[in-house]
Each structure stands twice: as C-alpha cells, then as structure tokens.
C-alpha cells in the first residue's frame, strides 16, 4: 500500500536557521503530495500541495518540490521563526476525488529565539 | 470562528459504553471525512462520505458508524469503547470538484478507561 516516511521525532533549531525536513513516499501511480501543519490544540491545515513531477508547492517561506525520481517531497524553509514551531506531516493522495490522504508520522519542529 | 465544529473537544468514556462525537461544517463542502489520530501513529483515514453517502470505509471495525443527518453534518458513533479506540479523532470536508483540498476540524479527544 501506499506510505509515507519523513524526518522522525523532532528538529530543533534557533531563529534564522535553515530548515530540511525529509520526506519519502511509496505509492501506486502518480500521487499528488502534501505538506500540512499542525499546531497546538488545532487540526491540521494545508500548507501547500504538488501534483507533477517537479512542481513546486510553497506558502509563507516553505517550499518543496515533488522528485518522482527519488520519490521525494522535502520541506525547506531558509530562515524559521519561533511561530513556525508546530508539528509538519507529510502526506499523499493517489485517488483525486477520494479525499484519502496517507500521511506520514510527523516531525516536530522547535524552534528557539 | 471556527468552520468545522466538533463536539466535545474532549471526553473521558468508560470500556464498553458508547459515545456519538459530532461534526459541522460550514464551508460548504461536498465532502466530509473522519480521521484518526493514536498516540505514536500517524493521522489514519476512516470514512469518506460525498453528498451524504458512504464512499470509502478503511475502518475494519462495525463498532465505528458514521451518520450524515444533514449535508453538512457527519457524526460518528462508536460502540462497545475499548481502551484502544483512545485517541483525537479529526472530522475534514472538501469541495471535491474543487481541487479536494482538505479542512480538518480541531479534533475530539477520547479516552477510554
């Protein structure tokens, strides 16, 4: 079945420092790929999304581009604030309209002033 | 405000009781999901529901029954609790002819005791 593996447990960073959070996926056909985040006591939102082989998805300084290649989607940020601490799941949809996503297990990003 | 209401945000249920948790949304959407979230897994999908019917159901257990009373409503009973079925359960919607993106609501947190 379909998964998603990306950087484990937690990354914690101080202000102003660059951000890689890895994520890798396994699916049947040609998924479109997610990042979403999710902060204390909310669910989940999207932060952006990528449906072709080297799209790139990006929303307030993240970005990511979709590798079929290396069937990869990492995250960066190039300067991370202390607002941006918050949990960040990966995730992929292989069925356009089925709303079923596959999410990977998430990676807490702390970030100090 | 908040456009996906759900109810309670947290509640304590004792083994083999049942407990309805309850889902709006005011978004307009065509779609609605419930996922899971357990300690130490990742947010796991469980229905999806488009124009009030059933379209995809990855929950093994008949414990687990959504209703739909309204369009916009997507309830979710669950039966005979288990300590198990401790975990935030998230409800979504999308508009599916609208490129699907999903909202999730902030969660119901269930313990079972």
């Known amino acids: 079945g379909d998964s998603v593996t990306q950087t484990e447990g937690q990354v914690a960073l101080s202000e102003e420092d660059f951000l890689t959070i890895h994520c890798n996926y396994s699916a049947s056909g040609y998924p479109t790929l997610f990042w979403y985040v999710q902060y204390p006591g909310e669910g989940p939102q999207l932060l952006f999304r990528a449906s072709r082989d080297k799209e790139k998805g990006s929303s307030r300084g993240f970005e990511a581009t979709y590798d079929k290649g290396t069937t990869s989607f990492h995250l960066r940020k190039a300067s991370v604030q202390e607002s941006d601490s918050a949990v960040y799941y990966c995730a992929l949809n292989t069925g356009a309209n089925t709303g079923k996503l596959t999410f990977g297990h998430g990676t807490i990003l702390r970030v100090h002033p | 405000d908040p456009k996906i209401i759900q109810k309670p945000k947290y509640l304590v249920a004792v083994t083999g009781s049942e407990k309805i948790l309850i889902c709006e949304q005011y978004?307009?959407?065509?779609?609605m999901y419930w996922y899971r979230q357990s300690a130490k897994k990742p947010l796991e999908f469980m229905f999806s529901y488009s124009y009030q019917k059933l379209m995809d159901n990855q929950t093994a257990s008949s414990r687990f029954q959504p209703q739909s009373s309204k369009k916009n409503h997507l309830d979710l009973q669950i039966t005979a609790l288990k300590p198990d079925d401790s975990a935030t359960y998230f409800c979504?919607?999308?508009?599916?002819?609208?490129?699907?993106?999903?909202?999730f609501g902030e969660g119901s947190r269930l313990i079972v005791v």
């Open positions: 979504a919607s999308s508009q599916q002819d609208s490129g699907n993106t999903l909202y």
């Open positions: 978004l307009g959407h065509n779609a």
